[in-house]
Antibody, heavy 121, light 109 residues
Framework: QVTLRESGPALVKPTQTLTLTCTFSGFSLSTSGMCVSWIRQPPGKALEWLARIDWDDDKYYSTSLKTRLTISKDTSKNQVVLTMTNMDPVDTATYYC?????????????WGRGTLVTVSS | SYELTQPPSVSVSPGQTARITCSGDALPKQYAYWYQQKPGQAPVLVIYKDSERPSGIPERFSGSSSGTTVTLTISGVQAEDEADYYCQSADSSGTSNVVFGGGTKLTVL
């Protein structure tokens, strides 16, 4: 059974750096073609893709947020970490990690439950 | 920046057919994907590569593509299908610009 779970702080202050961890099971990020992405959703708004990391450590970022994002993986721990710098109240959202089963196709077949991050002083 | 356009809302009675459209200039060249999201839950993939249905998704969900518009069709709508539906694709470069539509609220009357 494949599962993904997001973890991180529920509250961050403006200008701080957010670090989120996606811990997954049921698949390996060392398997050819496997990828993990981060997606966020502000309250009551649409989904927004943030970043992706591949089995071969290739990385991709949203063009609008790439200067603030870093994605990394620890294959031995089955974890993917996302950092976002200079947090602002507009970054308040539920952050999801999701699996991309075949790197040639940019879609997300399984998602974590998400973690709500509020940015407030 | 590239955008996918969906109607904000669609309403149907139980047993009827719901059609949710998604328009984007790059759709003739890029696959579209559809997700269902119920309140307080994570999205669930219901259609991939325009018209493929993942295992476990009911047959009443189908997808189609024509030019710059893709359509999610739900035949014989049930009350449990009431949810937000999002289309997703990429711009014509194919990478680093994944885009979601604004979402469509499906109401089952």
């Amino acid at each position: 059974q494949v599962t993904l779970r997001e973890s991180g702080p529920a509250l961050v202050k403006p200008t701080q750096t957010l670090t989120l961890t996606c811990t997954f099971s049921g698949f390996s990020l060392s398997t050819s073609g496997m990828c993990v992405s981060w997606i966020r959703q502000p309250p009551g708004k649409a989904l927004e893709w943030l970043a992706r990391i591949d089995w071969d450590d290739d990385k991709y970022y949203s063009t609008s947020l790439k200067t603030r994002l870093t994605i990394s993986k620890d294959t031995s721990k089955n974890q993917v970490v996302l950092t976002m710098t200079n947090m602002d109240p507009v970054d308040t959202a539920t952050y999801y990690c999701a699996r991309i089963p075949y790197g040639d196709y940019w879609y997300f077949d399984l998602w974590g439950r998400g973690t709500l991050v509020t940015v407030s002083s | 920046s590239y955008e996918l356009t969906q109607p904000p809302s669609v309403s149907v009675s139980p047993g009827q057919t719901a059609r949710i459209t998604c328009s984007g200039d790059a759709l003739p060249k890029q696959y579209a994907y559809w997700y269902q999201q119920k309140p307080g839950q994570a999205p669930v993939l219901v259609i991939y590569k325009d018209s493929e249905r993942p295992s476990g998704i009911p047959e009443r969900f189908s997808g189609s593509s024509s030019g710059t518009t893709v359509t999610l069709t739900i035949s014989g709508v049930q009350a449990e299908d009431e949810a937000d539906y999002y289309c997703q694709s990429a711009d014509s470069s194919g990478t680093s610009n994944v885009v979601f539509g604004g979402g469509t609220k499906l109401t089952v009357l």
